[in-house]
Nanobody, 120 residues
Framework: QVQLVESGGGLVQAGGSLRLSCAASGRTFSSYAMGWFRQAPGKEREFVATITWFGYSTDYADSVKGRFTISRDNAKNTGYLEMNSLQPEDTAVYYC?????????????WGQGTQVTVSS
């Protein structure tokens, strides 16, 4: 069983950058596609980005396309979400998860989340 632990969240000013990490333990990380989701207060959890098993294919929500980059290093059992040009509307708890596609129901294993706060 893979366990996922996010890190790298924090407080940043609008226009700034953060890099989130998702460290996996347990079974071989490369066996899983992974994704990032986020949930803002009072809103439903939404898809952010996903990457396939070996990183050959990625997909992004329109709201983050061109600003965020998802990647993974299977040798380090770690996934990443590089976030640039952050805006206040990006404020949310960010979760990494093992699964595929844009639907959260496709993801069976989740991390505990890391808070990202963007000030205006």
């Amino acid at each position: 069983q893979v366990q996922l632990v996010e890190s790298g969240g924090g407080l940043v000013q609008a226009g700034g950058s953060l890099r989130l990490s998702c460290a996996a333990s347990g079974r071989t990380f490369s066996s899983y596609a992974m994704g990032w989701f986020r949930q803002a207060p009072g809103k439903e959890r939404e898809f952010v980005a996903t990457i396939t098993w070996f990183g050959y294919s990625t997909d992004y929500a329109d709201s983050v396309k061109g600003r965020f980059t998802i990647s993974r290093d299977n040798a380090k059992n770690t996934g990443y979400l590089e976030m640039n040009s952050l805006q206040p509307e990006d404020t949310a708890v960010y979760y990494c998860a093992a699964g595929v596609g844009r639907r959260s129901s496709n993801y069976k294993l989740w991390g505990q989340g890391t808070q990202v706060t963007v000030s205006s």
